[in-house]
């Protein structure tokens, strides 16, 4: 039977270029050696066809390689694609995501935090049910942490990429009041725990400045529950004419319901989401909604993460997203 290749040494590598092991060790991983000898280590080790071991080099490093991201809630359409992202992202960056769903239980996503945490990630990144939890300060204690969408209880994160909530449900309201609504209903996934949310805020806030009757309710990011909690909201002879909903999933079940009760979109019911999911423009019709440039949030939060483990980060760093409405042929003027 024939016998693979060798593996090669580090020794090799420092033999071809003159160095001690640990010289090679420290250009390899980029620090302690100048610029000039860490191209030559790699382009040496190119050549020999060297590959660290990553049990080897994560002992060499005391870290995993391994970035703990904790979804909200992976029945959101949205967050999915997010963690596809920030998957990919880390992969690239020579990192690897460990991905888990809170399933929209705030208690849930308190456990699984502190599981990833005695897994000994090297970081995580979390979209957060609960920001306001305690659990959030005591674990910045242990590792970085980088919160999406809010800021974190205690502000003892490594970084934070927060959304400009407040221009966000701006922009939605103003939308809608400019179309004639005044009876608005709100679908948020914010639990009866955490009230004090920035973007629920903000909705009441500019309600009262814009003059709108608003009916809120909670419903869940999953688009077939969301759907029976836009039922009953829609089912009575006061219903609102317009439904701004906090994640684009939760307006795919406005959709369900409008055609469960023969409701036309937007002739009868105006609907508006908030993520700019990208299969939000192939509805029929397409959804108006809220972009928060998903790119750009991943790009931030694996930017953020890895400089935090890796010691680069200068202090608590905040990245702070502008939205864009996109206005589509979901929002109209409101019936008479």
């Not at 306001?132 to 242990?142: K, Q």
């Not at 009757?213 to 688009?223: K, P």
């Not at 809220?290 to 483990?309: E, K, N, S």
């Amino acid at each position: 039977m024939r016998r693979g290749r060798k593996r090669v040494t580090i020794r090799e590598v420092a033999q071809a270029t003159g160095l001690s092991p640990a010289a090679v060790s420290y250009a390899l991983r980029g620090i302690r050696t100048s610029e000039e000898t860490q191209e030559r280590v790699r382009a040496a080790a190119e050549e020999l066809g060297f590959a660290a071991h990553p049990i080897a080099r994560a002992l060499a490093l005391g870290r995993s390689g391994m970035i703990g991201v904790l979804c909200g809630s992976l029945e959101d359409y949205w967050q999915q694609s997010l963690a596809i992202g920030i998957g990919r992202a880390l992969f690239g960056r020579d990192r690897y995501a460990l991905i888990l769903d809170a399933a929209g239980d705030p208690e849930r996503e308190r456990e699984l935090a502190r599981r990833l945490r005695d897994q000994r990630v090297d970081g995580l990144i979390v979209q957060s049910l609960d920001p306001a939890a305690p659990l959030w300060a005591e674990l910045a204690e242990a590792l970085p942490v980088v919160s999406i969408g809010d800021a974190l209880h205690g502000g003892r994160s490594q970084g934070e990429v927060v959304f400009d909530n407040r221009t966000g449900v701006t922009q939605a309201l103003e939308h809608l009041a400019a179309l004639g609504h005044r009876r608005i209903g709100v679908l948020t996934s914010t639990q009866p725990s955490t009230p004090d949310r920035p973007a629920d805020r903000y909705v009441n806030a500019e309600a009262g400045r814009l003059e709108l009757e608003v009916t809120s309710a909670v419903a869940s990011q999953s688009w077939t529950e969301a759907a029976e909690t836009a039922l009953e909201m829609l089912a009575g002879p006061d219903r609102p004419t317009a439904v701004f909903c906090f994640s684009d999933s939760i307006a795919y079940g406005v959709y369900a319901a409008t055609r469960a009760l023969k409701l036309h979109v937007p002739g009868e019911v105006s609907v508006c989401g908030y993520d700019n999911h990208p299969m939000s423009a192939l509805l029929t019709p397409p959804l108006t909604t809220v972009d928060w440039d998903i790119d750009g949030v991943v790009d931030a939060a694996v930017r953020v993460v890895v400089d935090a483990v890796d010691g680069r980060a200068g202090g608590r760093r905040r990245v702070v997203r502008s939205p864009a409405l996109r206005v589509r042929d979901s929002t109209g003027p409101a019936p008479r």
